[in-house]
């Protein structure tokens, strides 16, 4: 497999490609999620005799780029920002149409995957709501817990055929009130997707919402992938 680095509207862009890939998986990541990036992908590997081409792209600001709406911070100083809309369009209006020119990626033919761990879970999710564009969604530990996302969830309705949901056995025992909810909004995230008819599984893992990330991320990329 290739591995090619690149800069694409400011973001570093990290391309991992097969031969003929059938599917085009993109990924925010920050600075631990690109030092498990190599083991995500021999995982998916293992997992998956299909070829694929997983692109990862920096996020400048974690809490500010990746939620769709403001809200007070959950722990610390710093709140939350309103920057997924502009994420989301540095994926339609720049980075797409890069890899195309780079030769990496037929839009035309190849299937299209979205997926994020923690907050970029909760932004992958939300872009299952507001592009048809995705064949499919992954939200590894993805923060459902976030002030209002449960009401959005239930008043829409995903615009995606599947989503993969994940979270770690530990993660509703947090000290914080405000993400120990995590656990009950996952059950029902998965409730309403399974209502809406959407291909769906919530997938179990030992540990806190810090253990195996890549291992998480790839379990839910091979699953999209393998559909």
């Known amino acids: 497999m290739d591995k090619l680095t690149f800069q694409e509207a400011g ?4 391309a991992y490609n097969s031969p003929h890939a059938e599917m085009l998986m ?3 990541v920050d600075e631990h999620d690109r030092e498990e990036l190599d083991l995500e992908v021999e995982t998916i590997q293992s997992l998956s005799d299909k070829p694929f081409l997983l692109v990862a792209f920096e996020v400048n600001d974690w809490q500010a780029d990746l939620t769709p709406w403001a809200a007070p911070p959950a ?3 710093t709140p939350f920002g309103d920057g997924a809309e502009a994420t989301l369009s540095f994926i339609v209006d720049h980075l797409l149409p890069a890899l195309q020119a780079l030769g990496l990626a037929d839009l035309a033919t190849m299937r299209l995957g979205l997926g994020g761990y923690s907050l970029a879970g909760l932004f992958a999710l939300w872009a299952g709501y507001r592009l048809a564009r995705f ?4 939200a590894a530990s993805p923060s459902v817990w976030y002030d209002n996302w449960m009401d959005y969830a239930a008043t829409r ?7 993969y949901l994940s979270l770690g056995d530990k993660e509703e025992k947090a000290r914080n009130p405000r993400m120990a909810r995590v656990g ?3 059950r029902r995230q998965h409730e309403l997707l399974i209502s809406q008819g959407i291909h769906t599984t919530l997938e179990w893992n030992p540990g806190n919402h810090f253990k195996d990330a890549g291992l998480r991320m790839a379990k839910g990329f091979a699953w999209i992938l393998n559909k």
Do not use: A, Y
């Open 75 to 77: 722990f610390g100083k």
């Open 135 to 138: 064949d499919g969604i992954v």
């Open 184 to 186: 009950d909004c996952i």
């Open 157 to 163: 309705h995903p615009l995606v055929p599947s989503i």
């Open 11 to 14: 973001r570093q862009c990290i």
């Open 26 to 28: 993109l990924q925010p």
